[in-house]
């Protein structure tokens, strides 16, 4: 089970911070992406963490503004969201998983519920 928080409503430019807590597994074995999916579109990769050696991707639409980080005293991951723009507005969810590729929906086997995030003035 996987449970994202942090979403809400931002004024662009702004910042958020969504995390991904996991009851029944245990993070650190696990590939985590976080996907995205805005109302009348598909889902989309956001970025993931790799489970050997914490190495980071991210789609290109977010890259150098978003950022993924494990918290191992929380047990999180978390997804620092900078320099937000009104396209960021979606669902926001975080998932595990061992396949690949990483930015495949498919690579994943658990599934947090989302969190909505808006960016509005």
């Known amino acids: 089970q996987l449970a994202e928080s942090g979403g809400g409503l931002v004024q662009p430019g702004g910042s958020l911070r969504l995390s991904c807590a996991a009851s029944?597994?245990?993070?650190?074995?696990?590939?985590i992406g976080w996907f995205r999916q805005a109302p009348g579109k598909e889902r989309e990769f956001v970025g993931g963490?790799?489970?050997?050696?914490?190495?980071?991707f991210y789609a290109d639409s977010v890259k150098g503004r978003f950022t993924i980080q494990r918290d191992d005293e929380q047990k999180a991951i978390h997804l620092l969201m900078n320099s937000l723009k009104p396209e960021d507005t979606a669902i926001y969810s975080c998932?595990?998983?061992?396949?690949?590729?990483?930015?495949?929906?498919?690579?994943?086997?658990?599934w947090g519920q989302g969190t909505q995030v808006t960016v509005s003035s």
């Open positions: 998932a595990a998983g061992t396949g690949v590729p990483m930015t495949a929906p498919t690579s994943f086997t658990y």
């Open positions: 029944g597994i245990t993070l650190d074995y696990h590939l």
């Open positions: 963490i790799t489970r050997i050696g914490s190495f980071t």
